[in-house]
């Protein structure tokens, strides 16, 4: 059965997922200070109860960099994202409606979403930092909520390259695809929509 409405995940699934790790010049360290402060405060970061502030001045601490250097090399990262090819063309080519479904922190909004002008690709954004939670059954809820479908949830294709968050769609009763490769994405296309690619 092909799907009312797609639901799309971002990092790894959208976009290569390791944008902010790319070391500004001067800073080498970076890769490592992001690890650091990522296993210290990214659950509180994605689910809003810390911002922006807070995780650049733990990382200016880290690296010897001012907050001021670090938000503008954060900016830069958003800037630079690296699409993956087949699906950022379906995103684009709005086929049904479509939200972005994603744990992210307050970084995407400010930054990633104006930049790529995500608003314009899709007709609903939910971020996890935003709703306080990182329950992919919840966040697929209100998007759905969002998008006004009242219709069965198992017409919903949750699109995404964690195979748990998948699984908990589809649990939940929506319906879901494990994304792998793009290179796989596009051949199961045509098979995922019902539509040729």
């Known amino acids: 059965m092909a799907p009312d409405v797609l639901l799309w ?8 997922e390791r944008w902010m790790r790319r070391c500004p010049d001067a800073h080498p360290e970076w890769d490592d200070a992001w690890t650091a402060v990522m296993d ?3 659950e509180r970061w994605n689910t809003g109860e810390v911002g922006m502030p807070v995780v650049f001045a733990a990382l200016a601490d880290r690296t010897g960099m ?7 090399h954060a900016r830069d990262c958003c800037r630079r ?5 087949t699906a950022w063309r379906i995103a684009r080519e709005h086929r049904l409606p479509q939200a972005l479904v994603t744990v992210n922190p307050d970084l ?14 899709f007709d609903a954004i939910v971020m996890s ?30 699109i ?4 748990d968050l998948v699984h908990a769609w589809e649990t ?12 796989q994405f596009r051949r199961d296309v045509p098979r995922l929509l019902g539509e040729s690619s």
Request: with cysteine; glycine share 8%.
């Open 81 to 85: 994202l690296v699409f993956n090819p």
């Open 108 to 121: 995407l909004a400010a930054y990633v979403v104006p930049a790529h002008h995500l608003a314009t690709v």
């Open 66 to 72: 001012t907050p001021a250097d670090v938000e503008a």
């Open 129 to 158: 930092f935003a709703e306080g939670t990182v329950d992919k059954p919840t966040l697929c809820r209100i998007a759905l909520d969002r998008l006004g479908f009242d219709g069965d949830p198992h017409a919903a294709l949750l």
């Open 160 to 163: 995404d390259n964690r195979q």
């Open 172 to 183: 939940a009763g929506g319906t879901g695809y494990w994304f792998q490769s793009d290179e």
């Open 40 to 42: 210290q405060l990214a």
């Open 9 to 16: 995940d971002f990092g790894d699934t959208l976009v290569d």
